[in-house]
């Protein structure tokens, strides 16, 4: 299978400050890659995607950045807040998914 | 309402047992999916169903069969459960052009 990794597996950010939590992957054919969000007890949420034709896409609050030289994906938060605490995974995909390990983001208020 | 359910929530049982997960989605999807996710939560697919069809077997063993009696519901069964079965398992699904995938709540299971 193809490896997606995690840099951090823990990450702790003051409120109100940017959270950036990074992901590198192996497969330089994947075109599609996945950013979700996993509450506590409760299952993976989509946050944000990309195709491999871009290099940033931004969402409300979110901002994923793709750089395939280095095969590494990164999701920043900005103005981070106590519900952004949760395990973050990302998916790339060519033909299927694979997930991350995850990095688990704490937010200190 | 719900869009990926899954029942039970929480299953405990002894090892050889032979247990099933419901999962039932009311988004219209085409295409549903089961993962597991072990105690370092990482996410591993299972099985995945698209018009009643097998599409992904990845290397799960044969204990492990998905049934699909219609487009909403993607069954998991276990049969002769082991240690190593705990996980928390998980249902998805996705639409036909679309790669966002909805994911359940989860069922916890534990082999004792």
């Known amino acids: 299978g193809e490896s997606v990794g995690l840099h951090l597996p823990t990450l702790s950010v003051q409120e109100g400050d940017n959270s950036i939590i990074n992901c590198a992957y192996s497969?330089?054919?994947?075109?599609?890659f996945i950013w979700y969000k996993q509450e506590s007890g409760k299952g993976p949420q989509f946050i944000i995607d990309i195709r491999s034709n871009m290099d940033k896409r931004q969402g409300q609050r979110v901002t994923v950045l793709l750089n395939k030289t280095v095969k590494h994906l990164s999701l920043q938060i900005a103005a981070t807040q106590p519900g952004d605490s949760a395990v973050y995974f990302c998916a790339e995909s060519k033909f299927q998914f694979y997930f991350g390990t995850g990095t688990s983001l704490t937010v200190i208020p | 309402d719900t869009a990926v359910s899954q029942t039970p929530k929480y299953l405990v049982t002894q090892m050889g047992n032979d247990k099933s997960i419901k999962c039932e989605q009311n988004l219209g999807h085409d295409t549903m999916y089961w993962y597991k996710q072990d105690s370092k939560k990482f996410l591993k697919i299972m099985f995945s169903y698209n018009n009643k069809e097998l599409i992904i077997n990845e290397t799960v063993p044969n204990r492990f069969s998905p049934k699909s009696p219609d487009k909403a519901h993607l069954n998991l069964h276990i049969n002769s459960l082991e240690l190593g079965d705990s996980a928390v398992y998980f249902c998805?699904?996705?639409?036909?052009?679309?790669?966002?995938?909805?994911f359940g709540p989860g069922t916890r299971l534990t082999v004792l």
């Open positions: 998805a699904s996705s639409t036909q052009g679309s790669d966002t995938q909805y």
């Open positions: 497969n330089s054919a994947s075109d599609y």
